[in-house]
């Protein structure tokens, strides 16, 4: 092996001592040099970091190697593999995922990790001519009633060109949409873009204090309802603060009230459960479900960039948290790759309750319902339902047909058995 992603080294070496003999300030200047002779300007930063990449693998596996006594050499060897394997493993998910523990995997369970986008379950699994179900905040919620299924109340609609939802009133100018909220409006309530993903433009407000015509957000910012309507629904609808071109309007909707038991493990926070749902020929079955909370002042639950947020394993079948992780902080992690998916807690850091082993309330209900659901939608066999908990039992927020692959450090890959069955039941004629 001559070139392998942990550096170059000589065949019958290991790779301790190459790794000590790789000086990052030489290696720095040599890429340097060489994007200046080779590439454009424009291409020299992405050449110097996709190197210093390498290096900072380098780091990581010479960390790896002192905490686990994993050689070099058999981390490099295990990361071809699996690079060569079905999931496509890329060396940085080797180190995210941990799956140089001997001792938690084994070779064929570190085999159903996956580094593919989510595209790949999206295009081989749904039909395209149905996602505008899912991409749709309002059509979600129009299925949703006529599934009879619980869902939060729409309060109105925010949208230039007149869109309408039933009798919720629609709203198409700033000064309509300052009017309502001052004399309107029901608090508290959240909004959100009617199209878009990731919490990209959500808002969540507390109550108006109409004496001085300024609404209280949920972390205690107050704020102006005319900058409020300029900060959230027309800038989103103007194409700002959003994470598509389209423009369907801007929804603002009752804020879920959840279960005690949930309320009080996330300290009044919003957060939801994800269950992943595989619709075959032989009907709906739960495949995964993982439940997020948010923490500080987050007032979405998404554990992406530096959010912090929380990120949970749940067992299907019986509703339990198996483990916790706690995504990357305002400060990153400690070293490039480890971490990167989370690091296991046992606690929630604001409100300090244990969540490792909790069971979830109206556990058989909630599957019930998700399944009864899925049922009527055929044309999107890989469904990721967002489902929050309310005191009288679930509420569904959205349908996606992008849920992203649901793998968490220390449990199962995706391509476990079960879904290797259920693509080549869709492939067989």
Same mark, same amino acid.
């Given at each position: 092996?001559?070139?392998?992603?942990?550096?170059?080294?000589?065949?019958?070496?290991?790779?301790?001592?190459?790794?000590?003999?790789?000086?990052?300030?030489?290696?720095?200047?040599?890429?340097?040099?060489?994007?200046?002779?080779?590439?454009?300007?424009?291409?020299?930063?992405?050449?110097?970091?996709?190197?210093?990449?390498?290096?900072?693998?380098?780091?990581?596996?010479?960390?790896?190697?002192?905490?686990?006594?994993?050689?070099?050499?058999?981390?490099?060897?295990?990361?071809?593999?699996?690079?060569?394997?079905?999931?496509?493993?890329? @060396?940085?998910?080797?180190? *995210?995922?941990?799956?140089?523990?001997?001792? #938690?995997?084994?070779?064929?369970?570190? %085999? !159903?990790? $996956?580094?593919?986008?989510?595209?790949?379950?999206?295009?081989?699994?749904?039909?395209?001519?149905?996602?505008?179900?899912?991409?749709?905040?309002?059509?979600?919620?129009?299925?949703?009633?006529?599934?009879?299924?619980?869902?939060?109340?729409?309060?109105?609609?925010?949208?230039?060109?007149?869109?309408?939802?039933?009798?919720?009133?629609?709203?198409?100018?700033?000064?309509?949409?300052?009017?309502?909220?001052?004399?309107?409006?029901?608090?508290?309530?959240?909004?959100?873009?009617?199209?878009?993903?990731?919490?990209?433009?959500?808002?969540?407000?507390?109550?108006?204090?109409?004496?001085?015509?300024?609404?209280?957000?949920?972390?205690?910012?107050?704020?102006?309802?005319?900058?409020?309507?300029?900060?959230? @629904?027309?800038?989103?609808? *103007?194409?700002?603060?959003?994470?598509?071109? #389209?423009?369907?309007?801007?929804?603002? %909707? !009752?804020? $879920?009230?959840?279960?005690?038991?949930?309320?009080?493990?996330?300290?009044?926070?919003?957060?939801?459960?994800?269950?992943?749902?595989?619709?075959?020929?032989?009907?709906?079955?739960?495949?995964?479900?993982?439940?997020?909370?948010?923490?500080?002042?987050?007032?979405?639950?998404?554990?992406?960039?530096?959010?912090?947020?929380?990120?949970?394993?749940?067992?299907?079948?019986?509703?339990?948290?198996?483990?916790?992780?706690?995504?990357?902080?305002?400060?990153?992690?400690?070293?490039?790759?480890?971490?990167?998916?989370?690091?296991?807690?046992?606690?929630?850091?604001?409100?300090?309750?244990?969540?490792?082993?909790?069971?979830?309330?109206?556990?058989?209900?909630?599957?019930?319902?998700?399944?009864?659901?899925?049922?009527?939608?055929?044309?999107?066999?890989?469904?990721?339902?967002?489902?929050?908990?309310?005191?009288?039992?679930?509420?569904?927020?959205?349908?996606?047909?992008?849920?992203?692959?649901?793998?968490?450090?220390?449990?199962?890959?995706?391509?476990?058995?079960?879904?290797?069955?259920?693509?080549?039941?869709?492939?067989?004629?």
């Amino acid at each position: 092996m001559r070139q392998n992603v942990l550096g170059r080294v000589r065949r019958g070496s290991d790779l301790p001592g190459a790794a000590r003999e790789l000086d990052p300030q030489r290696i720095v200047a040599r890429v340097a040099d060489r994007s200046r002779r080779r590439l454009p300007r424009r291409l020299r930063k992405l050449a110097l970091r996709k190197r210093l990449g390498k290096l900072s693998l380098v780091k990581t596996a010479l960390v790896v190697r002192q905490r686990t006594g994993k050689s070099l050499l058999s981390q490099a060897r295990e990361i071809v593999a699996l690079l060569r394997g079905p999931g496509y493993l890329r @060396p940085f998910d080797y180190y *995210a995922y941990e799956l140089f523990d001997d001792r #938690r995997y084994s070779f064929a369970e570190k %085999q !159903e990790f $996956v580094s593919w986008s989510y595209k790949v379950l999206m295009t081989k699994l749904n039909d395209p001519e149905w996602t505008a179900i899912c991409d749709d905040k309002l059509v979600s919620y129009a299925l949703f009633r006529g599934l009879g299924l619980p869902h939060p109340e729409v309060y109105a609609v925010y949208q230039p060109g007149g869109r309408t939802f039933g009798s919720v009133p629609c709203l198409r100018t700033p000064e309509e949409m300052a009017a309502f909220l001052r004399s309107g409006m029901r608090f508290p309530f959240f909004g959100k873009p009617v199209r878009d993903w990731r919490g990209g433009g959500a808002s969540s407000v507390d109550r108006i204090d109409r004496d001085r015509d300024v609404l209280v957000l949920s972390g205690g910012e107050e704020i102006r309802v005319e900058d409020y309507v300029r900060r959230w @629904p027309v800038a989103c609808c *103007a194409g700002q603060k959003r994470r598509t071109q #389209r423009l369907p309007g801007y929804l603002l %909707q !009752e804020r $879920v009230v959840q279960h005690p038991l949930i309320e009080r493990l996330a300290g009044g926070r919003v957060c939801t459960l994800r269950l992943v749902v595989l619709l075959g020929s032989d009907g709906p079955r739960l495949f995964r479900v993982s439940w997020k909370l948010p923490v500080g002042k987050n007032i979405t639950d998404h554990v992406i960039d530096t959010s912090g947020n929380i990120k949970c394993s749940i067992d299907p079948a019986t509703g339990r948290v198996e483990r916790v992780l706690r995504g990357l902080g305002p400060q990153g992690t400690e070293i490039n790759a480890l971490g990167h998916y989370g690091t296991p807690i046992e606690v929630h850091p604001d409100t300090r309750e244990r969540l490792t082993d909790v069971q979830l309330p109206e556990w058989n209900r909630t599957v019930a319902l998700c399944l009864h659901a899925a049922a009527a939608i055929p044309g999107i066999r890989y469904q990721s339902w967002d489902i929050a908990m309310g005191p009288d039992g679930p509420l569904f927020l959205e349908l996606n047909h992008h849920g992203g692959i649901l793998q968490v450090p220390g449990c199962r890959g995706l391509n476990d058995p079960e879904l290797r069955q259920f693509m080549a039941s869709i492939a067989s004629p």
